[in-house]
Antibody, heavy 121, light 110 residues
Framework: QVQLQESGPGLVKPSQTLSLTCTVSGGSISSGDYYWSWIRQHPGKGLEWIGYIYYSGSTYYNPSLESRVTISVDTSKNQFSLKLNSVTAADTAVYYC?????????????WGQGTLVTVSS | QSALTQPASVSGSPGQSITISCTGTSSDVGGYNYVSWYQQHPGKAPKLMIYDVSNRPSGVSNRFSGSKSGNTASLTISGLQTEDEADYYCSSYTSISTGVFGGGTKLTVL
């Protein structure tokens, strides 16, 4: 059974960089069948796709966030990570890491539990 | 890319059927058969219910079905049950190789 677990600070100051890591267990992140995604949900709001990465390092980002986002992968640790720089209060959200099982075409079948990141001084 | 358009809320009685629509453009919903649907209960992570417009993952009830016509996809839940009360989100692959979600629909089972 594949499991994903987000980790990182729950509080980030404005203008700083939000950094989260997702640890994958029960399966290899290097499997060629999957893309590894970050998705967020503002409090009481809908889902927002941030981006995803293939194990080779190929990345695809939401155009509205692309200038501030970096997603990277560490196959040796079976982890992938999110960095979002120059954060503001508008970046306060629950951040999910997830697995896209359909070659990046959007069948997100495994999700982490989500981690709330609050941007505040 | 703009969010896909869903109704804010729908409701139905136990045993009834409901349909939730998801409208996009020819650059997302209309251009690809890569529409997914997710169910989210309060405080929980979303759960994949439908992928590739009409395919159900293993373990998802056959009361859930999906379809698409032009730029609009639909999720139908038949034989409505109280546990179906949740938020539902559609998503689509896009022409710029990204994903986009709908705004979400709150389903109330009366």
């Amino acid at each position: 059974q594949v499991q994903l677990q987000e980790s990182g600070p729950g509080l980030v100051k404005p203008s700083q960089t939000l950094s989260l890591t997702c640890t994958v267990s029960g399966g290899s992140i290097s499997s060629g069948d999957y893309y590894w995604s970050w998705i967020r949900q503002h409090p009481g709001k809908g889902l927002e796709w941030i981006g995803y990465i293939y194990y080779s390092g190929s990345t695809y980002y939401n155009p509205s966030l692309e200038s501030r986002v970096t997603i990277s992968v560490d196959t040796s640790k079976n982890q992938f990570s999110l960095k979002l720089n120059s954060v503001t209060a508008a970046d306060t959200a629950v951040y999910y890491c997830a697995r896209d099982s359909n070659g990046g075409y959007g069948a997100v079948d495994y999700w982490g539990q989500g981690t709330l990141v609050t941007v505040s001084s | 890319q703009s969010a896909l358009t869903q109704p804010a809320s729908v409701s139905g009685s136990p045993g009834q059927s409901i349909t939730i629509s998801c409208t996009g453009t020819s650059s997302d919903v209309g251009g690809y058969n890569y529409v997914s649907w997710y169910q989210q209960h309060p405080g929980k992570a979303p759960k994949l219910m439908i992928y590739d417009v009409s395919n159900r993952p293993s373990g998802v009830s056959n009361r859930f079905s999906g379809s698409k016509s032009g730029n609009t996809a639909s999720l139908t839940i038949s034989g409505l049950q109280t546990e179906d009360e949740a938020d539902y989100y559609c998503s689509s692959y896009t022409s710029i190789s990204t994903g986009v979600f709908g705004g979400g629909t709150k389903l109330t089972v009366l």
